[in-house]
């Protein structure tokens, strides 16, 4: 072999490999909602990847690294790190994930969503003069705008105290610790969605919790796992990966309805073991496997009329059509075999479905 012939095939060699490495990422960005203790972890599944290393372990063989962000600004905050190009995956709750999309961020929902549960608090100060619900009416409430509790807010004031939420009471957007804050120094007269950590201090008392079972239309939030349009083309093997781990790690942690292992795990953020317990949803696997169906679909329809209709966002749009990519989704749920491992859960949304579509009709 003559040595051009040799130079020739060296350099197609070169470049095979090249091609070959561009095909992953040298680094997997993956941003969630972070906490009011400003502490590096979440709970749930994805607390349960992140500390069993589930994603570093299936990238790590293809030298590719995890880096986690928690942003304490929430979904606001997760929304303008995609625009702006920093996230390759990301969580939210309702509100945020279907605002954003609504707004132009070009988001892929790849992986369905429990079915809620657990408890939220509307919080006052201990010595405050309001003593039930409906004297909130005009008061100065807090919650972070943009989020989950944005939208809560505004649907409790509709269907359970029957005043307009935003034009009714005086609200203030803060986030978790500065809520605190506030409440504690009389700045604000309640907070919605507040921690029981407060209560605990003697600083606040509960004037209502907010339940699946007592306040249905209030309390789901139908939040969604995503990546973008951009990254799905350009790596659609690991995105396929990342919802397979997630998928695996969600029947692992599921499968038994490990309460102590999820309690431990919601602990690691800063909240106490006892106000853990309090809030957890009653059934763990029904709050939290995520699920790609009908119940899902409803939940983030109704959020996303609810949202038009308070003037959240401007515009509708399509959801399962447009919005989501099942395509990774279904083909590891297939091949996990989670259709029969989940038959019970599936079978419970079912349900919820057909009463949650009865309540809404009357």
């Known amino acids: ?127 405050s003069t309001i003593r039930k619900p409906a004297d909130l009416k005009g008061k100065r409430i807090t919650f972070q705008k943009g989020t989950y509790a944005h939208l809560g807010w505004d649907r409790y004031a509709r269907d359970i105290l029957h005043f307009d939420g935003e034009k009714e009471a005086k609200v203030y957007s803060l986030t978790g610790g500065d809520q605190d804050v506030a409440l504690a120094s009389n700045s604000v007269d309640a907070i919605y969605g507040g921690g029981l950590d407060l209560v605990d201090r003697g600083v606040a008392r509960i004037i209502d919790s907010i339940q699946d079972q007592n306040y249905p239309t209030v309390a789901w939030n139908a939040g969604s796992t995503y990546t973008t349009q951009k990254f799905i083309d350009k790596y ?28 431990r795990l919601d602990t690691k953020s800063g909240t ?57 989704y279904d083909k590891a749920f297939a091949e996990l075999g989670l259709g029969a491992k989940w038959k019970e859960v599936i079978n419970q949304r079912s349900e919820k479905l057909k009463n949650l579509q009865k309540l809404t009709k009357k």
Do not use: C, H
């Open 1 to 127: 072999m003559n040595s051009r012939i040799f130079r020739t095939l060296l350099t197609l060699s070169a470049l095979a490999l090249s091609a070959q490495a561009a095909d992953v990422p040298s680094v997997i960005r993956l941003g969630w909602v972070g906490n009011k203790f400003n502490k590096a972890f979440t709970g749930g599944i994805v607390g349960y990847a992140q500390e069993t290393q589930a994603w570093e372990k299936e990238f790590g063989k293809d030298g590719i690294k995890i880096e986690w962000s928690f942003f304490t600004g929430t979904g606001p905050a997760i929304n303008e790190a995609v625009a702006n190009g920093q996230l390759d995956f990301a969580s939210s709750g309702d509100l945020p994930s279907t605002s954003g999309r609504s707004n132009g961020l070009p988001t892929r929902v790849i992986v369905g969503a429990g079915a809620g549960g657990g408890t939220r608090y509307i919080l006052v100060s201990v010595n």
């Open 272 to 328: 106490s073991l006892k106000n853990v317990i309090a809030a957890e949803p009653t059934d763990y696997r029904f709050a939290n496997l995520p699920i790609f169906d009908d119940l899902y679909r409803v939940g983030v329809e109704r959020a996303i009329a609810d949202e038009v209709s308070l003037k959240l966002v401007r515009k509708p749009f399509d959801v399962a059509g447009a919005w989501w990519d099942r395509s990774f």
């Open 236 to 263: 659609p093997d690991i995105v396929y990966r990342f919802v397979k781990v997630y998928l695996k790690i969600a029947d692992e942690i599921e499968r038994n309805d490990n309460k102590a292992l999820l309690r």
